[in-house]
């Protein structure tokens, strides 16, 4: 088992910054590959970014390249979302979830999951 806490979601306004953080506790953490999703209001779940096990690989949905920065510290279990030049359509509820297996993978294919946190850009 793995248990997820997302955490550093908030308020910002349009052109800000955030940093969201993933803690990971349960089992070996560098041995999953590691992703984040977000979730707007009334939309589907949707994949943001993801990172492989010695964070040689990474992964962005074009909407969010050169904005948003996926990464990982294993030492401290812990993956990160760093959120430059944020806009309305980055409000969303955002999830960790991690994979025992390659990424990016859908949804449906991620073994674990955070309980989210909610990031408002207000415009």
């Known amino acids: 088992q793995v248990q997820l806490v997302e955490s550093g979601g908030g308020l910002v306004q349009a052109g800000g910054s955030l940093r969201l953080s993933c803690a990971a506790s349960?089992?070996?953490?560098?041995?999953?590959?590691m992703a984040w999703f977000r979730q707007a209001p009334g939309k589907e779940r949707e994949f943001v970014a993801a990172?492989?096990?010695?964070?040689?690989?990474?992964y962005y949905v074009p909407s969010v390249k050169g904005r948003l920065t996926i990464s990982r510290d294993n030492a401290k279990n812990t993956v990160y979302l760093q959120m430059d030049s944020l806009n309305a359509e980055d409000t969303a509820v955002y999830y960790c979830?991690?994979?025992?297996?390659?990424?990016?993978?859908?949804?449906?294919?991620?073994?674990?999951w955070g309980k989210g946190t909610l990031v408002t850009v207000s415009s």
């Open positions: 990172i492989g096990w010695s964070s040689s690989s990474v």
């Open positions: 349960g089992r070996t953490f560098s041995s999953y590959a």
């Open positions: 979830a991690a994979r025992g297996r390659r990424v990016p993978a859908p949804a449906s294919s991620m073994d674990y």
